[in-house]
C-alpha cells in the first residue's frame, strides 16, 4: 500500500482555550483581591497561585496556537517496504 502527499492539519483549537483559561486568570485576580481586602488571606493566598498558573497555562497556549498556525500542513508520505529494505539495507565490509 503506497500513500502520497496526505495532508494532516496541524492547527488546533488552542487559542481559544486559552483566552478562557486568561479570562478565568483575570476572574481569579480579581476574586483574589476582593477576598483578602476582606481578610481571607488564605483563600486569597491559594486564588493568587491559582491565577498565576491560569495565565501562564494561558500564555502557552496561546503562543502554541499561533505557532500552529504558521505551520497549517504536514506533508506525510509513506514508501513502499521493498524501496526503504533497498535503501536502509547495512552495508557489510569483510
Not at 479570562?23 to 476582593?34: D, R
Request: proline fraction near 1%; charge should be positive.
Amino acid at each position: 500500500m503506497k500513500l502520497q502527499d496526505v495532508k494532516i492539519k496541524k492547527r488546533f483549537k488552542f487559542e481559544n482555550l486559552g483566552l478562557l483559561l486568561l479570562l478565568a486568570a483575570i476572574v481569579s485576580a480579581i476574586t483574589s483581591m476582593y477576598l483578602f481586602t476582606t481578610g481571607e488571606s488564605i483563600i486569597s493566598n491559594l486564588l493568587a497561585k491559582l491565577c498565576i498558573v491560569l495565565f501562564v497555562t494561558a500564555w502557552l497556549m496561546i503562543t502554541y496556537g499561533q505557532h500552529a498556525k504558521n505551520h497549517k500542513k504536514i506533508i506525510i508520505k509513506v514508501v513502499n517496504a521493498s524501496v526503504y529494505s533497498d535503501t536502509m539495507r547495512p552495508k557489510r565490509s569483510f
